[in-house]
Structure formats: structure tokens, C-alpha cells
């Protein structure tokens, strides 16, 4: 049995357990989402060429030759505009949805690290939605209700689980 190929395998997993951080997740919340419009790129090359041979005179192919070059690259897809106009939206909804707590917690406004939050949240008030009476309830609900009267004697999930009488005795197993 070959026990060179385990204790390298052991080491290098010791190994691995000691360098490896963990993932950890990302707040998407307000960023730019990947948006890029385009980029310039600037580059200096100085190339050195001492000798060339194809020749015996070496002293004709000596060359040092400085090369200057703008890259201009554009990407494809949605122009610039439109996914600028997107980050916005995007930026703005996720604040609408967020200023309703921003703005109900007034030690937010006394901590310096939460101006700029502040700030942008200053002035929105989150408005619910109350076309919706109080005691109505789901279309799914009242759709299970109509089956469960069509069909008592169905048990269904979700409906509430029926707890025998406080002096009921379970079976013992034999």
C-alpha cells in the first residue's frame, strides 16, 4: 500500500483547511448592477532589439522603438443611457421600500455613519395599500373554503390540527 500519495493528500488538505477563508454573501442592495458603458485604455510599449538574425550586421537591426495606443473598447447590448436610467430605478425602489424603516427609526438620525441614508430617505413616506378591506381574505382561501363545504368530510392541509380531549389515552405500542 502506497502511504506517500495519503500523507501528501493529508498535508495538502491541512493545508487547504488553513488558507481558505469563507464565502460570504454580497449586499446587491444599490450598486450598479454590471453596468458598463464602455473603456479607454492608454498604453506606453518600449520594445528593445538588439539583434536580428538573418544578418551577420547586427549594427543595421539595432532598434528601440516606443509605441503609444488609446484602446477604445464599447460593449454591446442596452446602450448607456438606458442601463444608466435602469440603475436608477432600481436605486430609487430599493430606497422606497427601505425609507418606511429609515424614517420610522429616529436613532438613525443621531448616528453619523447613517447621514447620506438619511439624507436620501428625508421626506418619503412609504404609503400602503389599502384598496383591500380588512376582512377580506385571499382568492386561494375563499376558493378552499367553497371545496370544503362541497366536501366536509375532507381533511385538507393547512387546516388546523384537531387535539384529542385532555383525558383521551394514546394507544401503547405492543
Same mark, same amino acid.
Request: aromatic share 10%.
Given at each position: 500500500?502506497?502511504?506517500?500519495?495519503?500523507?501528501?493528500?493529508?498535508?495538502?488538505?491541512?493545508?487547504?483547511?488553513?488558507?481558505?477563508? @469563507?464565502?460570504? /454573501?454580497? &449586499? %446587491?442592495?444599490?450598486?450598479?448592477?454590471?453596468?458598463? +458603458?464602455?473603456? $479607454?485604455?492608454?498604453?506606453?510599449?518600449?520594445?528593445?532589439?538588439?539583434?536580428?538574425?538573418?544578418?551577420?550586421?547586427?549594427?543595421?537591426?539595432?532598434?528601440?522603438?516606443?509605441?503609444?495606443?488609446?484602446?477604445?473598447?464599447?460593449?454591446?447590448?442596452?446602450?448607456?443611457?438606458?442601463?444608466?436610467?435602469?440603475?436608477?430605478?432600481?436605486?430609487?425602489?430599493?430606497?422606497?421600500?427601505?425609507?418606511?424603516?429609515?424614517?420610522?427609526? @429616529?436613532?438613525? /438620525?443621531? &448616528? %453619523?455613519?447613517?447621514?447620506?441614508?438619511?439624507?436620501? +430617505?428625508?421626506? $418619503?413616506?412609504?404609503?400602503?395599500?389599502?384598496?383591500?378591506?380588512?376582512?377580506?381574505?385571499?382568492?386561494?382561501?375563499?376558493?378552499?373554503?367553497?371545496?370544503?363545504?362541497?366536501?366536509?368530510?375532507?381533511?385538507?392541509?393547512?387546516?388546523?390540527?384537531?387535539?384529542?380531549?385532555?383525558?383521551?389515552?394514546?394507544?401503547?405500542?405492543?
Amino acid at each position: 500500500m502506497n502511504y506517500y500519495f495519503t500523507g501528501i493528500l493529508i498535508i495538502l488538505m491541512v493545508l487547504l483547511a488553513l488558507f481558505v477563508k @469563507p464565502a460570504h /454573501a454580497r &449586499n %446587491e442592495y444599490l450598486n450598479e448592477y454590471g453596468v458598463r +458603458c464602455g473603456e $479607454v485604455d492608454f498604453r506606453v510599449e518600449q520594445r528593445n532589439r538588439d539583434t536580428d538574425y538573418r544578418t551577420s550586421n547586427t549594427s543595421d537591426y539595432d532598434d528601440d522603438s516606443q509605441n503609444f495606443s488609446i484602446t477604445f473598447r464599447k460593449y454591446l447590448g442596452t446602450d448607456c443611457k438606458t442601463s444608466k436610467e435602469n440603475v436608477a430605478i432600481k436605486q430609487q425602489l430599493e430606497l422606497m421600500k427601505m425609507c418606511g424603516r429609515v424614517n420610522s427609526n @429616529p436613532s438613525l /438620525a443621531l &448616528n %453619523e455613519n447613517f447621514t447620506l441614508l438619511v439624507s436620501k +430617505c428625508r421626506g $418619503v413616506t412609504p404609503t400602503r395599500d389599502n384598496t383591500r378591506p380588512n376582512d377580506s381574505k385571499s382568492h386561494w382561501d375563499s376558493l378552499k373554503d367553497d371545496y370544503k363545504k362541497e366536501n366536509p368530510d375532507l381533511k385538507l392541509m393547512g387546516d388546523k390540527l384537531l387535539l384529542p380531549p385532555p383525558n383521551y389515552k394514546m394507544p401503547v405500542p405492543e
